[in-house]
Nanobody, 123 residues
Framework: QVHLVESGGGLVQAGGSLRLSCAAS????????MGWFRQAPGNEREFVAA????????YYSDSVKGRFTISRDNAKNTVYLQMNSLKPEDTAVYYC????????????????WGQGTQVTVSE
């Protein structure tokens, strides 16, 4: 079992930045790929970013590519999502997830999910 806890959400003006964190506990963190999804009101949950177990490979949705950066610190069992140049359409609940396969993460089929953290971007 892997337990995930997100933090770092909040209210920010358009053009601003936030850094989300996801702390993991349970099984060996470095064995798992990690990722972020988001869900806005009335929308389906959508893929944002994923990172391989080693941190060597990262994947992004087209909507965030060039603005968001995913990273991980295996010594701290934490994955991060640095979000820059935020737009109102980035407003959503952001979920951290984890799976042994990065493909499962990008497909939204990760085994483990956090509870989410709210990000609100004002005009």
């Amino acid at each position: 079992q892997v337990h995930l806890v997100e933090s770092g959400g909040g209210l920010v003006q358009a053009g601003g930045s936030l850094r989300l964190s996801c702390a993991a506990s349970g099984r060996t963190f470095s064995n798992y790929a990690m990722g972020w999804f988001r869900q806005a009101p009335g929308n389906e949950r959508e893929f944002v970013a994923a990172i391989s177990w080693s941190g060597g490979v990262a994947y992004y949705s087209d909507s965030v590519k060039g603005r968001f950066t995913i990273s991980r610190d295996n010594a701290k069992n934490t994955v991060y999502l640095q979000m820059n140049s935020l737009k109102p359409e980035d407003t959503a609940v952001y979920y951290c997830n984890s799976d042994g396969l990065v493909g499962a993460i990008t497909r939204g089929q990760a085994e483990y999910w956090g509870q989410g953290t709210q990000v609100t971007v004002s005009e």
